[in-house]
């Protein structure tokens, strides 16, 4: 069975600091993994694919280790924006395995 | 914007109807989904397509069916729907992502289904 964990949350972050969620993945077949974020009552998003280099897309960076089989996400700089739901995701051209989300709470 | 649009985007039914909901892309993806939504869950596959009238069910068909007859339009059909499929469904489809091996899924709005 493939599993994708993530701690829900919410986390409550002051605007301006860093966060950081993280995600473990149980299925090692597993081709490619993403970031989402979902608004409330809104599709997911795609926010970054997450590549075994690592990569950076201005505030956010994404960590990929496949022999701990974990992901992470990191946001520098937090804006009341990016309050949403954060969701940790695997799989390949079979389709998509879900984490529940991390509720992200960007306080003023 | 990916192109993609569903419909209806709202529903109300009554349980033992059948119910068929639409996803439409602009683009000719090979590959489209269809998910569920419900709390406390993660997105479920449902069923996906890798090609027009190529099908395979995902984790949770049961109760489910699909039709791909034209490469642009994926329908998914509750035959007789019950109280239990009451959820939110995403479509999705999947884009070769430019100067890469990936693949990257794009959702559309959602359909949110509500059986009585």
């Known amino acids: 069975r493939k599993e994708v964990e993530q701690d829900p949350g919410p986390f409550n972050v002051p605007e301006g600091a860093t966060v950081a969620f993280n995600c473990t993945y149980s299925?090692?077949?597993?081709?490619?993994f993403f970031w989402y974020r979902q608004d409330c009552r809104k599709e997911p998003k795609l926010l970054m694919s997450?590549?075994?280099s690592g990569n950076e897309d201005g505030r956010f960076t994404a960590q990929l280790n496949r022999a701990s089989q974990y992901i992470s996400l990191l946001i520098r700089d937090s804006k009341l924006s990016d309050s949403a739901t954060y969701l940790c995701?695997?799989?390949?051209?079979?389709?998509?395995?879900f984490g529940k989300g991390t509720h992200l709470i960007i306080q003023p | 914007d990916a192109g993609i649009t569903q419909s209806p985007r709202h529903k109300v039914t009554e349980t033992g109807t059948p119910v068929t909901l639409r996803c439409h892309q602009t683009?000719?993806?090979?590959?489209m989904y269809w998910y569920r939504q419900d709390p406390g869950h993660g997105l479920r596959l449902i069923h996906y397509?890798?090609?027009?009238?190529?099908?395979d069910k995902g984790e949770v068909s049961d109760g489910y069916s699909v039709s791909r007859s034209k490469t642009e339009d994926f329908l998914l059909t509750l035959e007789s729907a019950t109280s239990s499929q009451t959820s939110v469904y995403f479509c999705?489809?999947?884009?070769?992502?430019?100067?890469?091996?990936?693949?990257?899924?794009?959702f559309g709005p959602g359909t949110r289904l509500t059986v009585l």
């Open positions: 299925n090692s077949a597993s081709q490619s």
């Open positions: 997450v590549y075994s």
């Open positions: 999705a489809i999947s884009v070769p992502r430019a100067r890469s091996s990936y693949n990257e899924q794009f």
């Open positions: 995701v695997g799989g390949g051209a079979d389709g998509l395995t």
């Open positions: 397509s890798y090609g027009v009238k190529d099908t």
């Open positions: 683009e000719n993806h090979r590959y």
